[in-house]
């Protein structure tokens, strides 16, 4: 009768808005992970025929640090987002546990590289492209990420609608 009454107590909705906002808050970081070697970035992106000769002059950490750093940044945002999932949670008398799948859901799609980032990318790294250099490219990305994830936990509208009430305008 336990389990019956835990399974009634999920919401899909809250899951799929937590999924959401963790996504941007994974991608947020993780951009900003690149501004650990904004140089190493400049090279790999704009690279051409002395991209090569460039890359093989540089250090072994200088590799690591960016694939590496990335990676640690966006696991930090993912969480981060749990934390402040499991805050609105508490604060809106949410149960816990929706939060937790949110949580298991992104981190296992990370997991196995499945959360479409390579697509949407193109899309969600344009606006920073009005600037050439390299470290404002990246924080405008970064920031634009961070702040659709902080409007999507956020957002008075997307609250209600977790908690099943009418969306008014």
């Given at each position: 009768?336990?389990?019956?009454?835990?399974?009634?107590?999920?919401?899909?909705?809250?899951?799929?808005?937590?999924?959401?906002?963790?996504?941007?808050?994974?991608?947020?970081?993780?951009?900003?992970?690149?501004?650990q070697?904004?140089?190493?970035?400049?090279?790999?992106?704009?690279?051409?025929?002395?991209?090569?000769e460039?890359?093989n002059?540089?250090?072994?950490?200088?590799?690591?640090?960016?694939?590496?750093?990335?990676?640690?940044?966006?696991?930090?945002g993912?969480?981060?987002a749990?934390?402040?999932?499991?805050?609105?949670?508490?604060?809106?008398?949410?149960?816990?546990?929706?939060?937790?799948?949110?949580?298991?859901?992104?981190?296992?799609?990370?997991?196995?590289?499945?959360?479409?980032?390579?697509?949407?990318?193109?899309?969600?790294?344009?606006?920073?492209?009005?600037?050439?250099?390299?470290?404002?490219?990246?924080?405008?990305?970064?920031?634009?990420?961070?702040?659709?994830?902080?409007?999507?936990?956020?957002n008075?509208?997307?609250q209600?609608f977790?908690?099943?009430?009418?969306?008014?305008?």
């Amino acid at each position: 009768m336990k389990f019956r009454s835990t399974i009634q107590r999920l919401n899909w909705r809250q899951i799929l808005i937590h999924c959401i906002a963790s996504w941007f808050f994974i991608f947020a970081f993780q951009t900003f992970g690149y501004l650990q070697n904004p140089k190493m970035i400049d090279l790999v992106i704009n690279g051409n025929e002395k991209t090569k000769e460039l890359l093989n002059n540089r250090s072994a950490e200088d590799v690591l640090n960016i694939s590496l750093y990335p990676i640690i940044m966006g696991t930090f945002g993912l969480i981060l987002a749990f934390i402040i999932s499991l805050l609105i949670s508490k604060k809106h008398h949410w149960f816990w546990s929706n939060s937790l799948l949110a949580f298991l859901i992104i981190y296992v799609l990370r997991w196995f590289d499945v959360l479409g980032w390579p697509i949407l990318k193109i899309f969600f790294l344009t606006p920073g492209l009005v600037f050439k250099n390299i470290s404002l490219y990246l924080i405008t990305n970064a920031t634009i990420l961070l702040l659709l994830g902080i409007f999507t936990f956020f957002n008075n509208r997307l609250q209600k609608f977790i908690s099943n009430d009418r969306i008014s305008e």
